[in-house]
């Protein structure tokens, strides 16, 4: 099948937007080896500019436009992360972003997106309102749509960290990845596979918000409906680009339960010491579940693992995190 990003577009995309993000770090904590069993090595995106990965495909996105087109200003509709990175990213190249947001969107966010420039628009909380504010927008100013995942662009700036990874560590056996929209996982897959064919791409996604789960069993795209989960970054419907990617080429999706997301997000702050969202806790939540699993498909033993901590723009006040919080 001939796929719709190569990786060719994510080198490219890699070059363009190098001026305008981190080259974010890898770090390693025993702890959360002993934890999942496994060597991790985590790719920390919650460092990257504007706080997650969503600054990668922003970029990109923005600065494969020609002038013309950036003049008019750009459009989104998001919860938060591509709010902000789109929002930042067109302030980089001196034009307007127009933000729609749902209005339970997270405080911490909309004061990101706010700070960088972004005129916000709030909208009821579902999909159908967002879109509707958004072609609104459209229609009034002229501007061009940057879809928060379901473009190519987007997909290849954010296939962009798992090219990183595997320049920082190359010898790794799998990398786990937090999936929603399907951007990042539809990006590290295009990345990683043609880097190395062998490499055992696993997404891991809450047992609430499980449609690329079911998608991806049944062969054919089924809608996000009304998901329940404290990983806001991963309510949304898997891109019809995305998933065409993902059917073709990941190798295990897992479901993870809200508690043990709960324990990965604790691990990940008490012990690695670094501030991650729920969302990034997620691929950790799912080798911590791991053991439990009877596909038999991954062996943890003697296994290098990249582990993609997708975003930092935690909202603490949101978090159900204490004493009665499932702990190692």
């Known amino acids: 099948m001939i796929l719709p990003v190569d990786l060719q577009d994510v080198e490219q995309a890699h070059q363009r937007i190098r001026p305008h993000i981190h080259r974010t770090p890898v770090v390693t904590c025993r702890q959360l080896d002993l934890q999942a069993g496994t060597r991790l090595f985590l790719k920390c995106e919650n460092l990257q500019k504007a706080g997650a990965f969503k600054s990668r495909g922003a970029c990109n996105a923005v600065f494969a436009a020609s002038d013309a087109t950036a003049e008019r200003g750009f459009v989104t509709h998001s919860s938060g992360n591509h709010a902000a990175a789109l929002s930042r990213a067109a302030a980089r190249r001196g034009v307007a972003a127009q933000i729609v947001m749902p209005s339970n969107s997270s405080a911490v ?108 069993k049944s062969g054919t795209w089924v809608p996000s409906i009304e998901p329940q989960t404290i990983a806001d970054g991963l309510l949304t419907s898997l891109g019809a680009i995305n998933f065409k990617i993902i059917q073709e080429l990941v190798d295990l999706i897992w479901r993870v339960e809200e508690a043990t997301i709960l324990r990965a997000l604790q691990l990940i702050l008490e012990r690695a010491k670094l501030v991650v969202e729920p969302s990034a806790a997620v691929p950790l939540a799912g080798l911590l579940e791991e053991p439990e699993r009877s596909d038999g498909e991954f062996s943890r033993a003697h296994k290098r693992v990249g582990v993609l901590l997708s975003g930092g723009n935690v909202d603490l006040q949101r978090l159900p995190l204490g004493a009665d919080t499932p702990s190692a």
């Open 109 to 216: 966010k909309v004061a990101a997106v706010q700070g960088y420039g972004g005129v916000i628009t709030f909208c009821e909380p579902n999909l159908v309102a967002r879109e509707a504010a958004a072609d609104k927008i459209l229609e009034t100013t002229g501007g061009s749509l940057i879809h928060p995942y379901d473009a190519e662009l987007i997909v290849a700036g954010q296939g962009t960290a798992a090219l990183e990874l595997l320049e920082q560590v190359p010898d790794l056996d799998a990398i786990v990845v937090p999936v929603g929209g399907g951007g990042l996982l539809a990006g590290t897959l295009v990345a990683a596979k043609a880097l190395n064919p062998a490499i055992q791409i696993i997404a891991v996604e809450p047992r609430g918000a499980d449609d690329a789960y079911r998608s991806w």
